[in-house]
């Protein structure tokens, strides 16, 4: 919430949100409240709320009924409950990207855990390894690991909820931004992504950052990544800002997960193209009617060779409970500053409690290569763990 609220300030909006943490800095950009009971607490905040429209962020795709229900209440600026219903099943993607010559994942139902208390994990041609999947994560949560086809798995171990199995795919990941108008997409632009970084204290395969632009790949890959946006912009009616989590992987691309909404990774998009891309966003869904005005290049964006700088973003995590002292809130507002971009975000309010595993801020780094990003971004996350639990 706090990165789409700045990125609406940068569009020239004026902003109103709610979430589950209401972090100092986001009541810098404007009015927000806090939701204990997410996601139902969401819908009778919109209810009170007088809006122009509403967007969602994260984790919110997962409940396309609530999503229908929100819509019923406040214009919706985004892709609605039924196009979240197609677009975020696994066996729908499977059938419309298989049918355009791309690539996912082999992805199979898992069985409910009032099934067997232990069962053999499937083999299916030459997939050797699975992820077990729930259907109610985002950012690589609830996702178990992966499984060596033939061996049994403790029920007890496995994510809450419906569950799927999905084929692992050995290779880097990246993610792809479109702006999806009347059927056609718009490349914006594409992420390395930082998954499970031990540095960073994230899990194995939770996201925890970005690093932007992408280096340089073959024109097949750009091509595919291209293909990829507008099969799902022509097949399932999407509007607005999409997310699409990729692997690289032997010179092909593979659609691991669709994000129709505002992604992680716009913030580095913006800072890398100095778009207003959340205002590319409203512009969309309030004209979906009319012809698109996409970039000149039909084809999406043309990726430059050498950019002047990257841009990156990491996600720390609390390797133990702590409860946040006002001195850390004031080390993190003096470093970020009051005007420009953020060099931190995301900082919680004096006496916040943060869980082991939780999220504590996100820190942001510029260079002349990804590598040294990244290199700046590890920096950055020890002298914040240092600080941390220095106070």
């Known amino acids: 919430m706090r990165s789409a609220a700045q990125s609406a300030l940068r569009a020239g909006l004026r902003p109103l949100g709610a979430d589950l943490f209401a972090d100092a800095d986001l009541k810098r950009a404007g009015p927000r409240e806090q939701i204990a ?10 209810y009170q709320t007088e809006c122009d429209g509403w967007l969602y962020t994260g984790g919110l795709e997962n409940y396309p009924l609530q999503v229908s229900a929100m819509a019923a209440q406040q214009p919706l600026l985004g892709c609605d409950g039924e196009v979240l219903l197609e677009v975020r099943s696994p066996r729908r993607l499977a059938d419309v990207l298989g049918a355009a010559g791309l690539r996912f994942p082999k992805t199979i139902p898992f069985p409910a855990a009032s099934v067997s208390t232990s069962r053999p994990v499937p083999s299916a041609g030459t997939a050797r390894r699975w992820l077990i999947k729930t259907c109610q994560g985002s950012g690589g949560s609830g996702v178990l690991g992966y499984l060596a086809a033939g061996i049994r798995y403790d029920q007890a171990n496995r994510p809450h909820g419906d569950c799927y199995l999905q084929q692992w795919i050995d290779g880097s990941p990246c993610a792809e931004l479109f702006l999806a108008h009347a059927g056609q997409a718009e490349l914006l632009g594409l992420t390395k992504q930082l998954v499970g970084e031990p540095w ?18 073959p024109d097949s890959m750009f091509a595919e990544i291209v ?19 990729l692997i690289l992987a032997g010179g092909r691309v593979w659609t691991v997960e669709v994000n129709p909404r505002y992604t992680a990774a716009v913030e580095i998009v913006e800072r890398a193209s100095g778009r207003p891309v959340l205002g590319l966003h409203l512009d969309a869904c309030r004209q979906q009617t009319e012809e698109p005005e996409m970039a000149a290049n039909a084809k999406g964006m043309d990726l430059p060779d050498r950019p002047r700088n990257y841009h990156g ?20 507002f003096g470093v970020t500053g009051w005007e420009g971009w953020p060099q931190v975000a995301d900082i919680p309010t004096p006496g916040t409690e943060i869980r082991a595993g939780q999220p504590v801020v996100t820190l942001f780094a510029t260079g002349t290569s ?21 106070q």
């Open 227 to 245: 293909r990829i946006g507008q099969a799902l912009a022509s097949t399932f009616g999407l509007v607005g800002l999409i997310g699409v989590d």
């Open 37 to 46: 009971n997410y996601p139902e607490g969401l819908a009778a905040w919109l």
């Open 200 to 217: 960073t204290g994230a899990s194995p395969f939770q996201y925890c950052g970005s690093i932007g632009p992408h280096p340089r790949m």
């Open 370 to 390: 990804p590598s040294e990003v990244e290199q700046a971004l590890r920096r950055r996350v020890a002298e914040t763990q240092q600080k941390l639990t220095s």
């Open 313 to 332: 973003k990491a996600i720390l995590f609390a390797q133990q409970g702590v409860t946040i002292r006002p001195e850390f809130t004031c080390w993190a």
